[in-house]
């Protein structure tokens, strides 16, 4: 095999799964597997014989997961929901390993979400985005959670403005240097797509976060076609929030028209499948948690309905954890399951 579709599998190794890196380049998944192993001798690309590829042994690559979350418009939720995973993955991990939870989008809002004073961090650690350097620059911008030692966070930057500076590279740099430090990492992406399209590639699961509302099953049918191009469907999953508000669509109403909405507008992806991961409930107290005026519900367990949601949610994220769940937490993404045939 020639030394450039070698470096480019290690490359792609690096964001991709060995299925679907085998898939982009058209070869099988037992060759991606020889080539993660060094097992594969590179041969002069002129040589008129085929490659010979030798398999020494049967390991299996791992390589920690990647989530992000995107909503096809404002105020859906989803850094609250990033948050509260990342609060809860922090409790649940394994051995305490460490988990990361980086914010790249506009408006950075993972830290003040998270109920972390930022008067001075944030000014601290404004541009520190712009300016990383190498593999450790991450350490000196990260913001300490004040209970999880093993939760860390790193803010993006402080200002629009700023935001601004930063291209579509640099985040991509930034998510691929985060990813070697860390068991889990949450990736609050940016609203445009502009720079989604370009970092999607990167997450290993991607939550689509929705409120139930006609407006959220518009964004969701634009969104569709672009998962559909980068062929990011089937590992993409849908998180509906402020369930039970009494202005939005009932859960199962809701999941009825966006299925059969997507149905009629999208005969293409009707092999493809999006799993309705998980129904969060709106209530007093995460509206109250966001202004700062109790703690965080998943440390105190203040709301089980939604923290037991969360624990749901991120038992289908990280099955190797072994989660403990109740059963029927919520009932209703068990019921629904997957909307695609």
Known sequence: MDKRTIEEIHHLAKYMDEQSVAETLNLTVDIIKAVIRCDIEVENINTPAP????????????????????????????TTVLTSLAVAAAMYVPNKRPIGIVDLAEFPKVVSALGIETENAIVDTAATILFWEDENDYTAAQIPHPVLNNLHIIPGVGTAENHLKVNADTMAAIISTLQNHFELLLVDLPAGLTYTERLLSYGDSILIVLT??????????????????????????????????PALLEPSQFCKIITASVRDHYSILDNSQI???????????????????????????SNPDFTGEIKHILSKLCPDWQIKTEKNSSGIAGILGRFFK
Do not use: C, W
Not at 55 to 77: L, Y
Not at 284 to 300: A, C, K, M, P
């Open 212 to 245: 139930p509302d006609h407006g959220s099953v518009i964004g969701f049918l634009e969104l569709l076609p672009t998962l559909k191009r980068l062929g990011l469907i089937d590992r993409s999953y849908i998180v509906v929030n402020k369930t039970g508000h």
């Open 275 to 301: 799993e309705f991961l998980g129904f969060l409930p709106e209530t007093q107290s995460i509206l109250e948690q966001l202004n700062g005026h109790v703690d965080n519900i998943i440390l105190n367990d």
């Open 51 to 78: 490659p010979k590829i030798q398999v020494v042994e049967n390991a299996k690559f791992v390589r920690n997961k990647t989530v992000m979350a995107i909503s096809p418009g404002g105020g859906m939720g989803k």
